[in-house]
């Protein structure tokens, strides 16, 4: 277990809201902002979903009280959407307004497909009032340029990512080349067109992040970077170095393993390049 806490640590900050505002504070002195997580998904029991949502007031305190320059992402499965979208709304709107009274940004991370439809109602919702609002949109799922265009009329903040999720080939694109073409027409699409009020272009593909780039010289918009805590960290302080706002996802809490080995199954050549890291102490 102990080379698995090492291992992990790459990718996640810890068990306690202490390591990931630890985290997010050497993060904010290379220039990075960050994005914190409390991790954790489908809580079914109201007391679970009730202790995530203390969790993340407590967190929301932990980040003014620090002085931290970060937002907080939370998972609607983990705050009510396994009852229902009234649960899940009333358990995040609470959050959301907190954190704009503090000053902080607050994303809705994009879970499976049974739950898009639920998710974006949710956000925009909440985003009539509460602008300190975004919500990821996976660019694999075939509905996505009809839900940016809603989105885009209705200035919404987005991040886009290609999406994590294993889904099935009716709704959603299987392969990574076709899922790399389709973000790179997605990003043209919003760039060229405006209309959104923030585009966080959440990826560690460096085709696509040379293209947001030379996008944005064509057609400036507010836009960020965002990348997972643990992936790309060079790149990461190399851009905010160029003067682009770059983030940094960290998730932590007492489910990291789970968290964890999903990154590891995603990217399966990262084993390596971290065993490596472990073997040398890096
Ligand atoms: C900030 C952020 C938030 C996200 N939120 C969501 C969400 O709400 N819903 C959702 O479905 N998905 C989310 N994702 C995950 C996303 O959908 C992809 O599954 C993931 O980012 C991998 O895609 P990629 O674009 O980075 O490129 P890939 O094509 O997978 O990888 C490009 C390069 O980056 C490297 N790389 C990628 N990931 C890692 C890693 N973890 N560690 C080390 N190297 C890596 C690869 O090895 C490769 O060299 C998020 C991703 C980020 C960065």
Redesign the pocket.
């Known amino acids: 277990m102990g080379i698995l806490i090492h291992l992990a640590k790459?990718?996640v900050a810890g068990e306690y809201l202490e390591d990931a505002v630890e985290r997010a504070k050497s993060a904010n002195d290379r220039g990075i902002s960050g994005?914190i997580n409390h991790v954790g998904e489908h809580n079914e029991d109201i007391a679970k979903i009730e202790a995530s949502a203390e969790e993340y007031n407590r967190l929301l305190d932990g980040i003014k009280q620090e002085k931290i320059d970060s937002a907080i992402?939370i998972?609607p499965t983990q705050l009510g959407l396994m009852k229902d979208v009234q649960t899940c709304t009333k358990t995040i709107e609470p959050l959301v307004k907190k954190a704009a009274d503090l000053g902080i940004f607050v994303?809705?991370?994009?879970?499976?497909s049974i739950h898009t439809q639920q998710i974006i109602d949710i956000y925009k919702h909440l985003y009539k009032e509460n602008k300190n609002l975004g919500i990821?949109i996976?660019?694999?799922l075939f509905r996505t340029p009809e839900d940016l265009k809603e989105l885009s009329a209705m200035g919404a903040k987005i991040?886009l990512?290609?999406?994590?999720?294993n889904e099935p080939a009716d709704i959603a694109i299987k392969r990574?080349e076709d899922?790399?073409k389709a973000?790179a027409d997605l990003l043209e699409m919003l760039f060229r067109e405006g209309g959104l009020e923030l585009i966080?272009v959440?990826?560690?593909?460096?085709e696509?992040i040379e293209l947001a780039m030379q996008l944005n010289k064509e057609h400036p918009r507010n836009f960020e970077f965002?990348?997972?805590m643990?992936?790309?960290d060079k790149r990461k302080v190399e851009l905010a170095g160029e003067g682009y706002k770059v983030?940094?996802?960290i998730p932590y809490g007492k489910g990291w393993l789970g968290y964890f080995l999903r990154?590891l199954n995603?990217?399966k050549?990262?084993i390596k390049?971290?065993l490596v890291c472990v073997i040398k102490g890096d």
Not at 107 to 112: L, N, R
């Open positions: 790459r990718w994005i992402s998972k994303w809705m991370d994009m879970e499976g990821a996976q660019t694999y991040r990512c290609k999406g994590a999720y990574h899922i790399r973000y966080a959440a990826t560690h593909d460096d696509l965002q990348m997972l643990g992936a790309h983030c940094g996802y990154r995603e990217q050549r990262d390049t971290a």
